[in-house]
């Protein structure tokens, strides 16, 4: 099994900044994409971002281009995600994910393995 463990959420002012950590662990795995998702009250699961394990490629939702960033620590099992010009709309519980299969996915039943959620609050 891994497991995934966030941190880093909080309450921040619309224009603030936020680093949100993932530490993977477990038993013998291939990780071949790690992930971010966010999911907002009444919505559904939302793409954020994802990248490669081994290659470090990263791809990003629209929505988020430009002022996120998603980055990884190979030696730590950690992936992070910066998050900059944060926006009220962004306020959401952010999920980390990990895929096993090859191949890049952007839907959330593509990831195997996710952490708890660490809550982000973006106030106006």
């Known amino acids: 099994q891994v497991q995934l463990v966030e941190s880093g959420g909080g309450l921040v002012q619309a224009g603030g900044s936020l680093r949100l950590s993932c530490a993977a662990s477990?038993?013998?795995?291939?990780?071949?994409?790690m992930g971010w998702f966010r999911q907002a009250p009444g919505k559904e699961r939302e793409f954020v971002a994802t990248?490669?394990?081994?290659?470090?490629?990263?791809y990003y939702a629209d929505s988020v281009k430009g002022r996120f960033t998603i980055s990884r620590d190979s030696a730590k099992n950690t992936v992070y995600l910066q998050m900059d010009s944060l926006r009220p709309e962004d306020t959401a519980v952010y999920y980390c994910?990990?895929?096993?299969?090859?191949?890049?996915?952007?839907?959330?039943?593509?990831?195997?393995?996710w952490g708890q959620g660490t809550q982000v609050t973006v106030s106006s």
């Open positions: 994910a990990a895929r096993t299969i090859s191949g890049l996915a952007y839907d959330a039943v593509a990831y195997s393995y």
């Open positions: 477990g038993s013998s795995f291939s990780v071949n994409f």
């Open positions: 990248i490669s394990w081994n290659g470090g490629y990263t």
